[in-house]
């Protein structure tokens, strides 16, 4: 990977619908921004956004997440072939196992062997985007003679999104880049140390494994009202077992066991009471403009070299809530910066 660093866009903006998307993203992409990077959750699907935005500019795409549970393999390798189409040269799919809530409880799904899976999952994609006709028995799922009749004319680079040891090592073995989520600046070495010596073992060069992360900004100003939205953010995400089980590994169980086992209780409102200060600022990027960019630039300083900026208001009207959006993603713009 190029010691260049890329600031990108995390698509789609809360409060803008996809057709406005278009625009947002020229004026973006004129303001240094160099990617766009979707996520799915209960919005949209991953792959809209980015066919606004690749029609819209020249900015590189990619996905953060398409879920190897929720689309079978074959439909996971048109919907790439769809957005390589639009984007020639320009696409990135991300791909990761997402969470039990959207797998088992939304989708109806087994949250069961999630690193195997992803693995099989690239396997599958590097052999279908390249236009072969596939037949695959793997451990958790099997292709009997898919072939992509519109195969792209380039190669796609396919991330694998990883939070714990098991599935960074896999992005580092067989991706061609990590994407991290959830996690404060000083976190990042310990997770990119796994998947560069992963690359290493499996005889790659760690440096080409892309590092990418999507980065939680708050753009409120400091108020109880922001404070009490962030640490319900946090509650509601670090409860999810995947989560939890990750910032157990990143050394906090101290700081937010009383969190979880209010939790546990049932006690929601005392769960978010217990959220550490220092947790919430460690994971939410918040305060002035200059204040959040400090803080993008520790995780490039860190090992990231993409990340993805994903901002976030409490503000109810429809109008100020759009104005904040913009006004932010103006203020951190590269392009923008002040000097020295």
């Known amino acids: ?202 005889g790659r060069d760690p440096a080409s494994v892309e590092i990418t992360a999507r980065l939680l900004i708050n753009v409120d100003p400091p108020s109880p009202t922001a404070d009490l939205a962030v640490r319900r953010h946090v509650t509601a995400y670090l409860n999810v077992p995947v989560y939890r089980a990750f910032h157990e590994w990143l050394g906090r169980t101290a700081s937010l066991g009383p969190m979880w086992e209010a939790w546990a209780r049932g006690d929601r409102k005392a769960a978010v009471a217990a959220v550490p200060e220092r947790v919430m600022n460690d994971l939410i990027l918040r305060g002035s403009i200059e204040e959040i960019r400090k803080a993008v630039i520790r995780y490039f300083d860190a090992g990231i070299d993409t990340a993805f900026l994903q901002l976030a208001t409490t503000e109810s009207d429809p109008a100020r809530r759009r104005q904040m959006t913009l006004d932010t993603l103006r203020g951190l713009a590269p392009g923008t910066r002040r000097p020295g």
């Not at 406005?20 to 004026?27: C, F, S």
């Not at 996520?39 to 900015?59: K, N, Q, R, W």
């Not at 989520?181 to 560069?196: E, G, I, Q």
Request: hydrophobic share 45%; proline share 6%.
């Open 1 to 202: 990977m190029s010691s260049t660093k890329h600031w990108a866009l995390s698509v789609p903006l809360d409060g803008f619908s996809l057709a406005e998307h278009g625009e947002i993203a020229r004026e973006a992409e004129r303001l240094g921004y160099t990617d766009a990077w979707s996520y799915e959750i209960d919005g949209v699907d991953c792959f809209a956004p980015l066919a606004v935005v690749g029609v819209a500019t020249s900015m590189r795409l990619g996905t953060a997440i398409a879920n190897v549970y929720t689309r079978g393999p074959a439909t996971l390798a048109v919907s790439a072939a769809g957005l390589a189409e639009i984007a020639p040269g320009r696409f990135c799919l991300g791909i990761g196992s997402g969470s039990q809530p959207i797998v088992e409880a939304w989708n109806g799904g087994a949250f069961t062997r999630p690193a195997t899976r992803v693995r099989e999952t690239v396997q599958f994609l590097r052999q279908a985007l390249a236009g072969e006709r596939v037949v695959f028995r793997g451990e958790t799922f099997s292709v009997d003679g898919f072939r992509l009749s519109r195969p792209p004319s380039a190669p796609i680079p396919i991330h694998v999104a990883a939070l714990r040891p098991g599935m960074l090592r896999v992005a580092g073995e067989v991706a061609d880049g990590a994407v991290l989520n959830w996690l404060s600046a000083d976190d990042v070495p310990k997770s990119v140390a796994v998947v560069r010596e992963a690359a290493a073992r499996a």
